[in-house]
């Protein structure tokens, strides 16, 4: 069973810096794609940035230029860097993988203050 493990969320002032890491274990396979979504209450999730085994991203529109993601296949782990940081960053941001099947971790809080 695998399990995504994520840590690096929680309370910065707008202009500040959070990383948030996600590391799966169960799986002797390596991740197809490993990213972020995010989600606030009453909208839907949405994609924050991805990363896939040869190494192509995407980023939401939103994030381009403040965000970086960056991983370690061979260790299924995801990293996202997040810098300057606005108030509508807020959210519940949850690591999503691609090792054969899909994964999703249980989601860690970012709050930016204003």
């Known amino acids: 069973q695998v399990q995504l493990v994520e840590s690096g969320g929680g309370l910065v002032q707008a202009g500040g810096s959070l990383r948030l890491s996600c590391a799966a274990s169960?799986?002797?396979?390596?991740?197809?794609?490993m990213g972020w979504y995010r989600q606030v209450p009453g909208k839907q999730r949405e994609l924050v940035a991805l990363?896939?085994?040869?190494?192509?991203?995407n980023y939401a529109d939103s994030v381009k230029g403040r965000f970086t993601i960056s991983g370690d296949n061979a260790k299924n782990t995801v990293y996202l860097q997040m810098n300057s940081l606005k108030p509508e960053d807020t959210a519940v941001y949850y690591c999503?993988?691609?090792?054969?099947?899909?994964?999703w971790g249980q989601g860690t809080q970012v709050t930016v203050s204003s």
């Open positions: 999503y993988a691609v090792i054969v099947y899909e994964y």
């Open positions: 990363i896939r085994s040869g190494g192509n991203t």
């Open positions: 169960g799986s002797t396979f390596s991740f197809n794609a």
